[in-house]
């Protein structure tokens, strides 16, 4: 014990509470997780998922390549401290085996390693060298950090998170850590070069360094040597702000690792076991479960959902966005207007570095908070019919196409021109899908209605069924279950009786730009059929921001809390980036998304159907 | 006293003096838009619900803010939530969000 120093102790108490608060929270989620859930896991173990959460692990979580994607210079920040701390540390660990051969030295040693043994500053390649490069390499991504607080706009970012009292500490602490270790290990170095040092060696023959020489690298050594000409002897040798700087650098550590599991900085440890349970095949269901925990908690703040959430850019509402719908929940304080007030539109899904369902987990918010469900609610629809005609197609307008008949008319000439018969399920008014239900979050209801539909269907006995609603095309295919039964957007459908040539179509020379519904495209894949439909019309232009970064049309019936306002706003920010393609008028796919755009258009809004219908 | 022979029929008298206007404030004050309604009915019209029941969401939220909650929190279950009422509304009341508010309220009041 003889090379204790106090001033390791904070580091200790840290590093300790740290290691059991992890092992709790994680054992503790994974506990909670459900039994297929857990056999999930366990079953992925031996297969090739265990080898590819590695790689990702090592891509994500160490290289973060996705924010470099975003942006350079945030890529790099990111990765100068993931990477850059990582390999310090492991470079640390390599030199005190190789330094004490093996030998087994008290942890203190290795994390302190500069304090308790001074290799000679040599300018030649050796550990030294290789740490101070890492050192400069995260004191960079320090400045940066910095200078994103300050100009958040270089590194492609119009806003940043606004961060809590916790993460604030957490920060503080962990940009402190590294300027502390370069002025400690400088001022270590400064004693050696004014006085000299030892080599501390676990054989008998302690090395002595002579003054004049120093220790370090290049920018320890060099600060060191700065620092023996610039200080006073006298200060120098009382060690007073040498050990100081330990005792600040070792303090920071332990304040770091402290605040850490109460902190956005949680991310760094949650985002390993998060990717071993998603490769895996665990994902977010509509209830809540401790599988979200490992989600929530993943989380960095790092604020790259903020931007491309339009109703921050183009309604200016704040404070709602996943990173604080995130945070709020993870925190316990979600409330109402935060969980209602969203889009459910994907886009911040789309931009999130680290995959969270966002979609999903703003639904088991609001479903965790339904009240139970009447066992006879919607007893007034058991029994009734209100289909009509037969035939093996069936058509489901959903709620929203029959309040824009237009689209329901050309539908109608569509099926009549590719003689196809067709069984109407809604056409004089139907039984909502039940997504709006259960985007609300009241699950178990609209289970009733799903159930209405589904029998209804069976009933009939359709093998396909067309809808030209998006929004109900990605509840059959999602919750309904309908085996047997083909389900086609009505542009899928299109694009077949084309392509069987059951359907002519007179091409002309307009020109047409396309909004690719949310729930069309990122929320069913689907962005090429009603692509392919126009290209057999007349000229497409795509928009800035198209496919998968394609903007929302604002009307989205996920959002129960958005004003008529802020819709309107959004929609005009969509008609606006469509109108700017030069299009004579804009084509969409979703009977919400033709209604909303048409409220701030400039030019006309159709549905894909009826372009289609009048090039009969 | 002279009475004149005539008298109130109280099965037909809204007295609002007796109403409790408490939460119909609240409400009111919550969304003010719904003070903008002007009971054009586009709402009821447009309901998915009420081609198979007699519900009317107009009928729904008047009563509401008159004070009169009595049947409501049941009324409002046969809503689908579908959202057509929000877009045929004239005055762009946020009706989706005014069925969920009312119920929730409703639905704590009576707990
Ligand atoms: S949700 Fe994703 S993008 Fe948003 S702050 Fe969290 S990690 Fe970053
Ligand atoms: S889903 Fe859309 S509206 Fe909701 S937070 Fe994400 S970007 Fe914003
Ligand atoms: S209406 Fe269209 S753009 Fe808007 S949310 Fe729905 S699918 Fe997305
Ligand atoms: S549609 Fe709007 S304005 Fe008309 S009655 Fe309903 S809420 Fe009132
Ligand atoms: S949301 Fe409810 S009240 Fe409005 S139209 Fe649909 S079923 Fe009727």
Redesign the interface.
């Known amino acids: 014990m003889e090379h204790f120093r106090l001033f390791v102790l904070p580091f200790y108490a840290g590093a300790i509470f740290l290691l059991i608060t992890l092992l709790f929270k994680y054992i503790y989620w994974f506990v909670g997780l459900s039994r297929e859930q857990k056999r999930l896991f366990w079953r992925s173990l031996p297969t090739r998922a265990t080898w590819k959460s590695i790689l990702e692990i090592i891509n994500e979580s160490l290289l973060h390549r996705k924010i470099w994607r975003t942006n350079p210079l945030l890529g790099y920040m990111h990765t100068s401290f993931a990477l850059g701390w990582f390999l310090l540390i492991t470079v640390g660990w390599i030199e005190t085996y190789v330094y004490f051969k093996g030998e087994g030295v008290p942890l203190y040693v290795d994390i302190f390693f500069s304090y308790y043994v001074h290799p000679i500053f040599e300018r030649a390649f050796n550990f030294s060298l290789i740490k101070d490069a890492l050192l400069l390499l995260i004191l960079i991504g320090v400045g940066l950090a910095l200078f994103k607080r300050i100009r958040s706009r270089v590194m492609g970012m119009k806003r940043t998170t606004k961060h809590m009292l916790g993460d604030r500490i957490a920060l503080t602490a962990l940009w402190l850590i590294f300027p502390a270790r370069l002025l400690a290990e400088s001022l270590t170095s400064a004693e050696v070069w004014r006085f000299g040092g030892y080599v501390w060696t676990l054989s008998e023959n302690t090395q002595l360094i002579p003054p004049g020489i120093g220790c370090g690298s290049f920018l320890t050594g060099s600060l060191g040597q700065w620092l023996a000409n610039f200080l006073p002897a006298r200060i120098i040798e009382a060690q007073h702000i040498e050990l100081g700087a330990w005792w600040i650098y070792s303090i920071a550590l332990g304040v770091f690792f402290i605040a850490l599991p109460f902190s956005r900085y949680m991310h760094i440890f949650t985002e390993m076991p998060l990717i071993f349970l998603r490769n895996a095949g665990l994902r977010a269901s509509e209830k809540e479960t401790t599988y979200d925990r490992f989600q929530i908690d993943a989380c960095s703040r790092c604020g790259i959902c903020i931007d491309p959430c339009q109703l921050q850019s183009g309604a200016d509402i704040q404070g709602v966005q996943a990173v604080y719908f995130l945070r709020d929940r993870r925190y316990g304080r979600l409330t109402d207007a935060v969980a209602d007030n969203c889009l459910m539109c994907g886009r911040c899904q789309q931009a999130c570095p680290v995959g969270i369902e966002q979609n999903t987990l703003r639904l088991n918010s609001r479903a965790k908070r339904a009240y139970p469900d009447a066992p006879n609610r919607y007893a007034y629809i058991q029994g009734k019919d209100p289909s009509t005609g037969e035939g093996k197609v069936g058509y489901f307008a959903g709620c929203m196409t029959l309040l824009t008949p237009r689209i329901l008319l050309a539908m109608e000439q569509i099926f009549a021109a590719a003689h196809e018969t067709v069984w109407w399920a809604d056409k004089n008014g139907g039984v909502c899908c039940g997504r709006p239900l259960k985007l609300a979050g009241e699950v178990d209801a609209a289970r009733k209605m799903m159930n209405f539909n589904k029998e209804l269907f069976q009933k009939h006995g359709i093998t396909t069924l067309v809808t030209s609603c998006p929004i109900c095309l990605k509840v059959f295919k999602e919750d309904y279950q309908l085996e047997g039964i083909e389900v086609l957007h009505h542009s899928e459908y299109i694009q077949r009786l084309l392509a069987e040539g059951r359907l002519h179509l007179h091409a002309g020379s307009e020109t047409f730009t396309y909004h690719d519904p949310c729930e069309l495209g990122r929320g069913g894949g689907i962005y090429d059929a009603p692509r392919e439909v126009i290209a057999a019309l007349g000229i497409l232009k795509e928009p800035a921001e198209t496919r998968e970064h394609a903007l929302c049309c604002g009307s989205s019936i996920a959002n129960t809390a958005i004003d008529d306002e802020g819709q309107r706003r959004i929609s005009g920010q969509v008609a606006t980036a469509l109108a700017a393609t030069g299009a004579t008028s804009i084509v969409t796919a979703c009977p919400l998304c033709k209604k909303g755009i048409a409220r701030e258009a400039t030019i006309p809004v159709y549905d894909l159907a009826e372009i289609v219908a009048r090039a009969i | 006293m002279t009475s004149w022979g005539y008298s109130i029929s109280r099965p037909r008298s809204i007295d609002i003096d007796r109403n409790d206007m408490s939460y119909s404030k609240e409400l009111l004050r919550e969304y003010p838009?719904l003070q903008t309604c002007i009971a054009c009915g586009n709402c009821t019209a447009?309901c998915?619900?009420a081609?198979?029941?007699s519900f009317s969401l107009r009928k729904v939220h008047t009563l509401v803010r008159r004070g009169e909650y009595q049947g409501m929190a049941e009324e409002l279950?046969?809503c689908?939530?579908?959202?057509?009422c929000r877009?045929?509304c004239p005055r762009?009341?946020?009706t989706?969000?005014i069925v969920?508010t009312i119920?929730k309220h409703l639905?704590n009041r009576s707990r």
């Open positions: 838009e447009a998915t619900a081609n198979f029941t279950e046969k689908m939530l579908c959202g057509k877009l045929a762009g009341i946020n989706r969000q969920l119920k639905a």
